[in-house]
C-alpha cells in the first residue's frame, strides 16, 4: 500500500515539473476590428431656379353685395316671384304687396291738389281785381291785404299737395320690390298672404351677389410688407383653394388691405375677388388663399424633406465628395412644389441627403444614391 501512494506521489512530482517548464499557454491573437457599414442615402443636389413667393391665408367666402328683402310700407304680401335658391336679375320683380291703399292714397292726394289750385286760381282773380279797384278807391286796403294773405295760403297748400303727392306715390313704389343686383335669392321667411310691416325685424328674403364674390382672410402683420411692395408691380393675383388648401377653386385678384391690424392676433384683413360663373365658391364657405406676393429669382433650392429641425435650428445633411455626411446649418426662405428655398448654408451643387437622416452622424461613411427627380423638376418648372 505504501508503495502504491509513494509511486503515485512521484508521478504528480514529475507531471507538475513538466507543466512548469513548459510555462503559460499563449492566448489567441485578437481579430481586427471591423469596420462599420456605409449608411445607404438617397442624395439630390442643389439646384437654382425661380421661386414664386406664395403666402397662405385661411379665411371664409363672402357675397359682393348682401341684400335684405324687406317691405318699406305695411300690407298684405300679395305675391312672391321667385323660388327659393333662384339665380335673379337687377330690375326683376320679386314681390309686391297690395298696392290698393297707397294707390287710393295717391289719388286723394292728386285731387286735393286740383281742389287747391283751383282754389288758389280763383283767390289770386279776386286778388288781382281788388287791387285794380285799390286804385280807384273802389277797394280798401284791408280787403287788398287779406286776399293777398289769401293768395300765399293757397300757394303753400299746393306745394304741400304736391309733396303729398311725391309721398304717395313713393309708397306706391314701394308696393313693388325689385332686386337692386344680380344674385341668388336665399330661403324665404314670409310667404304669400302674411301681413307685413316696415318695422318687422324679419326679412322677406336676403339676396346675395355671388358673381363676382369675395374672400375675406388674414395673413401675418409680418407680411404686410411684401404684399405692399407687391402692389407696386401690379395687381396681385390670388388663388382660393378648398379648406384643406389642396383643390384650387377660382383664381382672382387682391381687391382691398384693411386699414388696420389687429393687436390681439397680430394679423391683418384682406380682400380677393373672383369670378364665380361656375358656382365654385359659395357665400359662408371656409376657403384657403394663396396671395402670389412676387418672385425669388436664382435661389438656390432643395427638397424640402432634406431640411431638418434641430436644438440649434434648422439644417441639412450634406454628402462630401469622400463619402461622408457634414451637418450644414441653413437659413430657409419659402416653399414651393416640394422645394425649399436656402438663403445660406447651402449652395448651388451642393449634394443634400433626403433619406436616412435618422441613422446620420458627422463624418459617417454613406453610400449615395441620386434620387430621380419628378418631371416637372427635371424641366424646372415653376
Known amino acids: 500500500m505504501f508503495r502504491r501512494v509513494l509511486a503515485g506521489l512521484v508521478l504528480l512530482s514529475a507531471a507538475t515539473a513538466v507543466a512548469l517548464m513548459a510555462g503559460p499557454s499563449p492566448k489567441p491573437a485578437p481579430q481586427a476590428a471591423l469596420a ?92 288781382n281785381r281788388s287791387l285794380q279797384l285799390s286804385t280807384q278807391r273802389f277797394a280798401s286796403q284791408q280787403t287788398v291785404d287779406q286776399l293777398t294773405a289769401k293768395v300765399g295760403i293757397g300757394r303753400a297748400l299746393v306745394q304741400a299737395d304736391e309733396a303729398a303727392i311725391r309721398t304717395a306715390e313713393t309708397n306706391l313704389s314701394y308696393t313693388t320690390i325689385t332686386a337692386t343686383f344680380d344674385g341668388r335669392i336665399g330661403i324665404s321667411a314670409v310667404h304669400v298672404g302674411n301681413i307685413v310691416r316696415a318695422s318687422d325685424q324679419t326679412f322677406i328674403a336676403e339676396l346675395k351677389q355671388v358673381d363676382p364674390i ?51 392676433t397680430g394679423t391683418i384683413r384682406l380682400k380677393a375677388t373672383f369670378d364665380n360663373r361656375n358656382d365654385a365658391l359659395w357665400p359662408g364657405q371656409y376657403a384657403s388663399v394663396l396671395v402670389e406676393a412676387g418672385m425669388l429669382n436664382n435661389a438656390v433650392t432643395v427638397p424640402a424633406a432634406a431640411v431638418q429641425r ?6 441639412v445633411w450634406v454628402a462630401t465628395p469622400k463619402g461622408s455626411a457634414q451637418m450644414a446649418a ?43 427627380m419628378a418631371a416637372n423638376d427635371a424641366a424646372g418648372r415653376t
Not at 59 to 82: C, H, M, P, W, Y
Not at 222 to 230: H, Q, S
Not at 239 to 249: F, M
Not at 339 to 355: F, H, L, P, Q, R
Open 36 to 127: 462599420p457599414a456605409a449608411i445607404a442615402v438617397s442624395t439630390v443636389p442643389a439646384r437654382v431656379r425661380d421661386v414664386p413667393v406664395l403666402l397662405l391665408g385661411i379665411g371664409a367666402v363672402e357675397a359682393f353685395q348682401t341684400v335684405q328683402i324687406r317691405s318699406r310700407v305695411d300690407g298684405t304680401l300679395d305675391k312672391v316671384n321667385f323660388a327659393d335658391g333662384q339665380l335673379v336679375k337687377k330690375g326683376d320683380v320679386l314681390a309686391i304687396i297690395d298696392p290698393r291703399l297707397y294707390r287710393a292714397a295717391l289719388d286723394s292726394a292728386k285731387a286735393k291738389l286740383a281742389q287747391d289750385k283751383a282754389q288758389l286760381e280763383s283767390d289770386e282773380k279776386d286778388l
Open 214 to 264: 369675395s374672400v375675406v382672410f388674414t395673413l401675418p402683420e409680418a407680411k404686410l410688407p411684401l404684399i405692399r411692395e407687391a402692389q407696386k408691380a401690379g395687381p396681385v393675383s390670388v388663388i382660393a383653394l378648398d379648406h384643406d388648401a389642396k383643390r384650387p377653386l377660382a383664381k382672382g385678384k387682391l381687391t382691398v388691405i384693411d386699414n388696420k391690424v389687429d393687436q390681439t
Open 310 to 315: 434641430g436644438p440649434n435650428g434648422l439644417y
Open 330 to 372: 441653413v437659413e430657409i426662405g419659402p416653399s414651393h412644389e416640394g422645394e425649399t428655398v436656402v438663403a445660406k448654408g447651402v449652395t448651388e451643387g451642393d449634394v443634400v441627403i433626403v433619406s436616412n437622416h435618422y441613422r446620420l452622424r458627422q463624418d459617417i461613411q454613406i453610400e449615395p444614391k441620386a434620387k430621380p
